[in-house]
């Protein structure tokens, strides 16, 4: 079926909480999500599949439109930006918040710091608002390692439970966004599939509002 809607989902947090919003607007994977090394999932709604992939290409295949629908991380949309995308919903899902961090106690007060993050847009824009020279260092994971090995002053992460920064010596100083997962959309198909896709947003919406 050519007009299939395609809803791009990530694996973790997302995938375990947006399922069961899914599956109580009657949308369910017709086999086990969280088991299948599949990407590429029909559900019980044949004009809808789900595709499962990282959260940092969820942007990219909703702006080409390849996937008409996504659910990703604020985060997410902030570093990488969302041209091309309708951000209608919030889920309210995989809550945390972006913040800096650094080791316990922490003064500052050099005129350059060194900042290590996966989120290097984020943390430019948030030090460049504050007059602050940041050097920023790219990295993919792990971020609470930097300070301790010397290779940054702060890291720009998500921080759920504290629990990650804690366990490494370290505390959070300041929160840069709140963080929650939301439905994105590709602008095209917004319009060209209005009648599929809004009903769809709908249902959805009055399901997060009802809790
Ligand atoms: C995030 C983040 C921290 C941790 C924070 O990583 O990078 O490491 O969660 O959670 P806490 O405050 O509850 O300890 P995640 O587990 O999402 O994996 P990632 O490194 O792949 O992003």
């Not at 369910?28 to 299948?36: G, M, R």
């Not at 824009?125 to 260092?137: D, P, S």
Request: net charge positive; glycine share 10%; aromatic share 4%.
């Amino acid at each position: 079926m050519t007009d299939r809607l395609t809803l791009a989902l990530t694996k973790g947090r997302i995938l375990k909480e947006t399922l069961p919003l899914l599956a109580r607007a009657g949308i369910e994977p017709l086999e086990d999500v969280h088991s299948s090394r599949k990407l590429v999932f029909p559900t019980t709604r044949d004009d809808l599949q789900l595709i499962i992939i990282r959260g940092s290409d969820v942007p990219t295949y909703v702006r080409h439109g390849v996937a008409q629908l996504g659910v990703v991380g604020k985060d997410i949309l902030l570093e990488h930006g969302a041209e091309g995308l309708y951000e209608p919903l919030d889920l309210g899902i995989a809550r945390c918040r972006l913040m800096t961090a650094g080791p316990t106690g922490w003064r500052g007060g050099k005129a350059r710091v060194r900042v290590a993050t996966k989120f290097v847009n984020i943390a430019r824009r948030h030090f460049a608002a504050r007059g602050v020279h940041a050097e920023l260092i790219k990295l993919y994971g792990a971020m609470e390692l930097a300070p301790m090995m010397d290779l940054a002053d702060l890291i720009v992460d998500i921080v759920d439970t504290g629990n990650t920064l804690r366990a490494n010596g370290m505390e959070p100083l300041e929160e840069i966004a709140a963080i929650s997962s939301r439905l994105v959309v590709n602008k095209a198909a917004m319009r060209s599939s209005h009648r599929r896709i809004q009903p769809l947003v709908d249902q959805l919406a009055s399901l997060v509002e009802g809790g």
